[in-house]
């Protein structure tokens, strides 16, 4: 393993760059995780509370298999894994190459704090004479220039914000540690050019720079600039665009051929702003809008001089690229209209600012307060800010917002009470997503979340009471004023500013909005071969969509890998390890190594109470100290001690990361790894460092002692009564089966294939396909046929696919690893097989309905119909005059009370398809809510733009369709002119959602429960999509939920992934932690069985005893609280060893 | 600095003073105006609502005629909607390809052309982005400390085009009158409409717009404006709207140029506030001006 | 339900026409055996027994107030495995309760039982029986029997009865298949007969009896009874509330317990195997009992009783039937069965659950999800 | 009305329903407006009887003539659309359907346009006087009666006599445009 040379490189530490690393990881590949920002998370570490449980679930993220390679434990602490190298604060500044050796610079942030010295004790944050506000609190509190990036972050320790910093050194002398190193010696040797024809300007920032010991000249014109230039080197420019003579763009381009190497800033006053993002595109990097602050202009150079100071690279090379870079947020006050007064009145915030208000962490420590003091009483959240605004450049709809402001609305309500109104104004709830209509709904009914129809678009503050008036008009055109404490601004998505440099590095293209463009069908695809996309970087998702893409985009680079080296991913063992002398018999004997981490721990432990309270109990056989023991001298003199001495247990106190190498150091010394124990007494320091409790320094220094002493006491008891049992085995079967030959199915089989496993693809039906044979073509205007075609054949012509028709599955047995399925093939033949995992992928089919006189007026349509209609000679006959679509026929109400998510798309994609074949046609369409998410929105706009008529409808006032003589007519009430239409038209057209092909009894059979609306039921609808609770078996397109063809490849592809994961592996070994019966003790009882989330428990009735499968079993414990005499037990979590553990709590 | 002049029709009737306080206020901050020869009427309001050609004509036609004068590229308009009407003219004859010909066959008897070369400028667009505040503060003799002024923009300098200013926050003016010494009067209504023509067309919708209007500006010392037709809206209602809601909304409503004009010292003949609707002297009074007299 | 027989009075004999009913019921085809309580040669004992041969049951006697032990856990014995044979059982309405209780555990069946319950009037402790049945063993039942119907008061012949059938407000056989009824009817002329299960009237098919209406009577005899039942269960819950409510109390309580786990043994619900207490669990070093003594100064010796008492409160308070079997069973006289009582009455409200009622009702533990009682498991405000 | 008419009104109305197809009913334009609270039909119901092509009724409405054209609808309308002009547009279709109830609107601006060309530029008490007269409503003059009181108090008002002649350059320009506009 060569961390020099990951072997994936994955860009972006969000979720999704997370999701990505974790999947590659675990099928063998070394990855490289680069993330610009100082800890991992992305935005989703900013929210601690997530849809559908509104609390947070990332760590659902972790391998629930070999769950030992990994850290288990909050993610948001961190991740480690033994196959991912992650770099923090570090850009990918070059990549050139191709796939398979993709060459790729890095470029590691300045940190000035070295994170192995800092003890997190906040003595420098104490000292630091600079505030600034806290981006991680979107601005809402103020840091200091030295902080903590993230508050959940503790391993991360401090770091310097070099923009705010005034380098006055005071940290540096506080710090006990010395763990602080400024790097701003040599400022002197960073030269900057001042260019401006206003005098005043250029030499008050001359001054501030110049304060700062920058070197700097100045030009009063364009011509003096380029001269200057010409004579001598520099290495940034600050360059005005407005100067007579030569402007500044020209000045630009010319200053670029005399000094390529130069950084530019461009200094533009308001009027000119457009003209220097133009000169963007002619080298410059930056701009300054006049008149600016010197903070503003120093944090600017100094981010530059950093750079300077940094700019030796790391270099590696990749095989294939992850790109997760997400995306940015709108930020209001970047508009000049600006009138809900974002950014001036307090009382307006964003849905990210509103997200870090709720966080217990957060500015307000979850308390909802105005500005004055007074309780929120009343909120507002206004909808589609930033999005689905064609004057902001916004033709898409940010996709998240919706659900974001339910949820949010929701948590407020809870920690405000059930008298806190919470209204969403809003033009479309698109809640299309899985159980999103149900969440809607609930916040409505049971969470009083009042939602109300209509686009807000100014706030006036009152001067006296301090409230907040805003003004709508109702659908009926009725004009209501409300009054707030706190309006909330759904904020929506943008792409990163950066998308258009990245796109040129990576050589992939922008779409229209300036998102990544993905290939049509393949959402994780970029134009550029081997490298791969995930999460928002390509527009607009949610998590359960991001972790689905990055999935997707994981087997898409491993595909790569595999296909590219024609050799497939060596299958995976579990650590071989040697047999050590049994000493189960032995009392322990332990060895205490205690580990000061290059004697950064002295200043907080005592050493004294260390070994007398270790000495206490006889199990203890040494304890010795050392000062670096995770490397060097120390680490060999440790092994020799053991060689020496020889205890029968190993326990470490130090930080968490070295586990690993202690390991290592007991296999050395003749020792089972699995009887070496490392304590943790690095986090309970930076824990009780960075409380927020205010204690004097000697109190901090003792309450690090004593959490150090319990750390090693614990550490104590943990390997006084560790076992050395090794953990149990099943065999993988490298074989996976899949349900359904549609294009999910089709899709996960090549997935799979292609990584040289062979896959059984059985399909009811006589012809693979699936819903993909009758759609011709997508919302985007991509040709469906040629594309099911290319699939079809590269899956029959697959050596090593085979598929069934008409076969269906009758029986799954087994369980993760190894199932034995029986399945009845065409003339009641019988076939047998045995795999490692299942993909279910049977697919949907648009719901049959008989309202609206469908089935018995022949005027009225089902979208599938008209389809097929449209593709066929039965309407071109016909002239066509007006057409009525009718949306959520059956949808969206008891007893199908979901949104079938396409149904909006495709309504749109037959109008246009039917105005382009029929220019003169009326099309009207009756709608609930538009569900135009995403990209979908512009083909919104479009078929608007065609004179598509959309009249919305409720429940309460349905469309009612009466048959005419020719056609029928439809009479509909329009609320926005206030009365009843009634509508002549040739057709209707209802659209009636998706159902899922999915019995209970075949949930039965694939041991698979089925969620309230009867689709596949996941294990965690965010963080583990396309699972199903049992191990094993995997859930992807429309038997999961309603998607699009696109989306479904993604999940296709996600659960393929995920498949892999267990299929790369010869044998499944369960963790060392899960549960064990000790079958002596138990009573058949049974209650283990049904307590197992798991299913990882069965009653074996030939042996009379409860069987646990290790590899489902994912050591829980509720198994273990539910027996009463611990005949369920979990391996490291013995009775006496957690009472020992008790003792030592209560203390 | 050099602009070409156009007062349009109401500087010559109605709001006489602000023609003249402009004059004289450029005057003293040494800008150089040259009055377009025999300009016409921009249209107005009324002439888009009779021809969609003609509203676009009319302007059109003193834009080619300031073409000829000079080789000045800046028209300066002080009235808003004479400007939003030249404005239009120049941004449909820049971006509709076919209108620029179109135009000058209408006018073409005349021996007119235009080539799209003029920039449109309002009077508070030069005074703010190309004089500024520094040069204005550098020469007020008479600052007006104490008073409270509220900016009022109207329409039509700032909407639809987006030129020198936020179109719903504008602030442009801020500057200036921190520029004469007074203080800016915070509020929310320098954007708002006054109805325009509201007041001939539909008094009651005008009247209430007005009246919000003047509500908000209470406690302020005067309203500034930079539009004729907002001026006549906001002062000459004063005494029926009082009277209407039991209240006293009277006000001094002045043009920026007259405000500008009284901190730089001018005289009495230079503003004319005696030709004010409203109360001007009241907000003149206690200021420096009366010495000036 | 079904149809309500007469069960006559033979010869004003009361108990001998119940084992008269018992006999026609062994002798259905069948069924094997009955087992139902026995006097045994010692005269003032009665024990559950198996009993095969018709001329046994002239010993049985299920109307003794007399409760040893609970006979759920034979039934648990009885019924684990398949044994091919069907059994009928005389059962207390406790015991009943507790046997549906420890089906539910997988520690027995259903299925080839047929249940035969009685209206409870009650039982003494142990001793106390002993000491009413020594004079007069034969007639003691029907002594107590017409003593307590009559009386309202628990206390028979100045000897009060167990505390726990003092406050059980189920004296009713709600599980049996069978259930007899005398309560709040002239016992002298006939018993009720009540199938109560399909299985119930498919036997009682085949014995004949005449059907009869419920008498007027009966209705407000059992709501009566019930309720003053009730009333004194809810002031021994406050009692022992008020003696228990803080950690001290509860220690002070539970001083006298020497860690027999006799109550344990007789617990009807306690089924392990092997009891977690007796494991290596509480083998604990000798070093930690000197450390635990050093840290508090004195340290109770046993240890780990206050442990015990909730540890078992924890595992089966919301299976508790209130049979009071740990009293009786405690050498130093501890209120135990209080004390679960007290438990199970909030710990069974909170999940609406009451054990014994239906089988089809699973234990409130084995479908708990964390997410429920956020304010309990600690996650109030998070969900 | 006869078929006809209606035919030819939705051929006038044509080119404004596409200025304002793409709408979405948000209601931002309504809750904008400072002259809604005066409108029968809020603006946004406007553009859905365009969209309908309900052309009689956007007619009969005539809200649109409370337009002031402050433009903050056209401003503030995510999808972009010329709102003030759309209602600019109706005002000129009415103008041309020389419809009687807007008498007050329409005669307003044709007096005005009268006054242009026959000057160049507008004198405006000459064409205040046009206004009134044209009205034929007794009552409206005394109601712009102490506006005028003021006005010339302040030696506002222009009493040079109307002048009967046309001026030459405006009437050829007028020609032009009339020529222009209905050039096939």
Known sequence: MNPEAGEILVVGGGVSGMQASLELAETGHDVMLVERAPYLGGLVSQLDHQFPSNHCGMCRMLPMLHRDSGEQSCLRKGLRHDRIHIRLSTDVTAVEGEPGNFRVSLRKAASCVDPIQCIGCGACVKVCPVETPDDFNAGLSMRKAIFQAAPFNMLNSYRIDPAACTRCGACVSACPTGAIHLTDADRGAFRILVVDDEQIVRDSTAEWLIEEGFAVEKAASGLQALDLLGRSSYHLMLLDIKMPGMDGVEVLKKAKDIAPGITVIMMTAYATVETAIEAMKSGAVEYLIKPFDPEMLLSMADKHYQAFVEAADEKITAGAIVLTGGAALYDPSGDPRNTLEYGVLPQVVTSLEFERMLSPAGPCKGLLLRADGKPVSRIAWIQCVGSRDLQLGADYCSSICCMISIKEALLAREVSGENLRADIFFTDMRVCGKGFHRYKELAESAGHIRFIRGRVHSAIPEAVSGDLQIRYVSLSGIEKEESYDLIVLAIGQRPHPDMPRLAERYGFSLNASGFAESLPFSPSETHRAGIFMAGSFSGLKDIRESVIQASAAAVNASRTMSVLSKSFPQHLDTKDIPPFPDVSREPSRVLAAICSCDAALDVCMDAASVVQRLRQDPAVQDVLFFNHLCAGQDRESLIQEIRQRHPNRLLTASCASCADIFQEVAVAAGMDPRLSVTADIRMPVLCAMSSSKALDTAAKMQQCADLMNSAISEGLVRVKHADAVKPSETAVTARALVAGAGIAGMTAALAIA????????????????????????TLDGHDVQPYLEEIRQKVESHPRIQVYTRAQVMGVWGEAGHFYTTVAGPDNSVMQFEHGSVILATGGAEASTSLYGHGTNPAVLTQKELETALHSDALASRELSSVVMIQCVGSREAPRNYCSRVCCQTAVKQALALKSQYPDVRIYVLYRDMMLYGFSESAYTRARREGVVFIPYSLDQKPEVVPAETGACVRVFDPVSDRRLEIETDIVVLATGIVPAFTSDDGDIFGVERDPDRFFMEADAKWRPVDAMKTGVFGCGIVNAPLTISETVASAQAAAMRALRILTRTTLASSRITAVVRHSLCSRCQLCIAACPYQARVLDTEADQIRVNAAMCQGCGACASICPNSAAVVEGFSMPQLFEMIDIAVQ | MKYLYYPGCSLEGTSREYDISTRSVLKALDVELTEIPDWTCCGASAAASVSALLSLALPARNIAAAEAVSDVNDILAPCSACYLNLKRAEEEARHGAEMLPRLNAVFESEGLKMTGRMRVRHLLDVLSQDIGADRIRRNVSHPLSGKRVAPYYGCQCLRPYRVFDNPEKPVSMNALIEATGAQVFPWHMGAACCGASHMNTHAAVGTSLVTAILKAARGADAIVTVCPMCHMN???????????????????????????????????????????????????????????? | MSLVRKLAIDRQDILGTVQGFLRSILTLEDIAVVLAPRRLAEKSVVMPALITQPDCLSDADPLAPAFFLNAAQMMSRLTRRPSGQKIAVVLRPCEIRAFIELVKFKQGALED??????????????????????????????????????????????????????????????????????????????????????????????????????????????????????????????????????????????????????????????????????????????????????????????????????????????????????????????????????????????????????????????????????????????? | MKD??????????????????????????????????????????????????????????????????????????????????????????????DALRFASTTLFYRKFMESVRRHGRVRETEFMCLYLTAMKNPLLPFQFAPLGLKLFSRKKLDFRPPSKGGDARMDALFQKVHELENAP
């Not at chain 2, 906001?234 to 809601?245: F, G, H, R, T, V």
């Not at chain 3, 100045?158 to 406050?167: D, F, I, K």
């Not at chain 4, 051929?11 to 200025?19: F, G, N, Q, T, V």
Request: glycine residues 6%; negative net charge.
């Open chain 1, 754 to 777: 292609d990584h040289g496993y062979p896959v059984d693809v059985v399909e009811r039906s006589d012809r693979v396909g699936g819903n993909l044979n009758w759609i011709h073509h």
């Open chain 4, 4 to 97: 006809a008419e209606n035919v030819q009104l939705a051929e006038a109305l044509a080119p404004i329903r596409d200025m304002v197809k793409a709408c979405i009913q948000c209601g931002t334009c309504s809750a904008s407006c400072p002259n809604a609270f005066a409108m029968a039909d809020t603006p946004r119901r406007l553009w859905r009887m365009l969209q309908a092509g309900e052309v009689q009724m956007v007619l009969k409405s005539g809200s649109f003539t409370l337009c002031s054209a402050c433009y903050t609808c056209t401003l503030r309308c995510p999808r972009g659309l010329p709102l003030t002009d759309a209602m600019s547009a109706l005002k000129q279709v009415v103008a041309h359907q």
């Open chain 3, 113 to 383: 039982v047929l249940i035969i319950g009685l209206d409870c009037l009650g039982a003494y402790p142990n001793t106390v029986y002993r000491r009413f049945a020594a004079a007069d063993p034969d007639g003691s039942t029907l002594r107590f029997f017409f003593a307590a119907l009559s009386g309202v008061s628990e206390t028979v012949e100045g000897m009060e009865l167990a505390s726990a059938c003092r406050v059980c407000e189920h004296p009713f056989p709600e599980g049996a298949d069978i259930a007899i009824g005398f309560m709040g009817i002239s016992p002298l002329d006939y018993l009720l007969v009540q199938g109560q299960t399909p299985k119930a009237d498919a036997y009682l098919a085949q014995v004949k009896l005449e059907p009869v209406a419920i008498p007027a009577g009966r209705g407000d005899a059992v709501a009566s009874r019930v309720s003053s039942r009730v009333q004194a269960r809810d002031a021994m819950i406050s009692r022992t509330h008020e003696a228990t409510g803080t950690p001290e109390k509860l220690a002070a309580y539970l001083t006298g317990c020497i860690n027999c786990y006799n109550c344990r043994n007789a617990c009807p619900i306690c089924y392990c195997r092997e009891c977690v207490f007796c494991t290596d669990v509480f083998d604990h070093e000798p070093f930690q009992y000197l450390q635990k003594a050093g840290r508090s100064g004195s340290l109770k010796l046993p240890a780990d009783t206050v442990l015990y008492h909730l540890t078992r409160l924890v595992h089966m308070s919301t299976s508790c039937v209130g049979c009071g079997q740990c009293s009786n069973a405690c050498p130093n006289d501890i209120p135990v069965m209080e004390l679960f009582r007290a438990t199970a009455r909030y710990s069974q409200k909170a999940f609406e659950y009451e054990p014994g009622r239906s089988v089809a009702e699973p234990p409130p533990m084995s479908v708990f999800k964390e997410h429920e009682f956020a304010d309990v498991v600690g996650l109030k405000g998070k969900t």
């Open chain 2, 234 to 293: 906001l002062e000459a209602y004063q005494d029926k709207i009082s009277q209407n809601c039991h209240d006293n909304l009277r006000i001094p409503v002045v043009y920026l140029s007259q405000l500008l004009g009284m901190a730089l010292g001018l005289s009495e003949t230079d503003i004319r506030l005696d030709m004010n609707l409203s109360e001007a002297a009241v907000f003149s009074a206690g200021s420096s001006i009366v010495a000036v007299r």
